[in-house]
């Protein structure tokens, strides 16, 4: 799957847009894409959020890729769902699993990833300050001695 060009933001709203669509169309699958889309709008400000801040510090694409090529699988998926017959039970049993492990899939993501990141970009921060403190104090102390 190329994920070069592909924001974050793009693959999400395209996502968003695939499961709105889909809701709307097959009805075998209304409950898990009413679930999957409520998680999505759920999660929507944080991806802009993550956008956004990543275009503010210049921070390399890779950080998000593999989340983006998840929300590219994720509206393969919810393509693939909107195909299935409403008659072919085996394929609306195999479909309804993958859209539960898709919800549970978003939610783990911002549960637990996230949270690792958060962490990660805390201490970075913190590094960063407590660097900035050491400076600031050298230059009080020369000024103090001048």
């Given at each position: 799957m190329e994920v070069q060009g592909a924001a974050l933001g793009a693959a999400f709203d395209l996502l968003l847009t695939s499961v709105a669509d889909a809701s709307k169309k097959v009805a075998s699958f209304i409950s898990q894409l009413e679930r999957v889309k409520s998680t999505l709008c759920a999660i929507?400000?944080?991806?802009?959020?993550?956008?956004?801040?990543?275009?503010?510090?210049?921070?390399?694409?890779?950080?998000?890729?593999?989340?983006?090529?998840?929300?590219?699988?994720?509206?393969?998926?919810?393509r693939r769902c909107s195909?299935?017959?409403?008659?072919?039970?085996?394929?609306?049993?195999?479909?309804?699993?993958?859209?539960?492990?898709?919800?549970?899939?978003?939610?783990?993501?911002?549960?637990?990833?996230?949270?690792?990141l958060h962490l990660c970009e805390t201490k970075r921060i913190a590094v960063v300050v407590s660097d900035l403190q050491e400076k600031v104090n050298e230059i009080a102390?020369?000024?103090?001695?001048?």
């Open positions: 929507k400000p944080s991806i802009d959020d993550i956008e956004c801040l990543n275009l503010i510090l210049d921070r390399p694409p890779h950080e998000t890729e593999a989340f983006t090529v998840r929300l590219m699988r994720a509206e393969l998926l919810v195909k299935v017959s409403k008659w072919n039970f085996l394929m609306r049993l195999y479909y309804s699993n993958k859209l539960s492990k898709l919800e549970t899939s978003l939610l783990s993501f911002f549960q637990i990833d996230v949270a690792a102390k020369h000024i103090r001695e001048k």
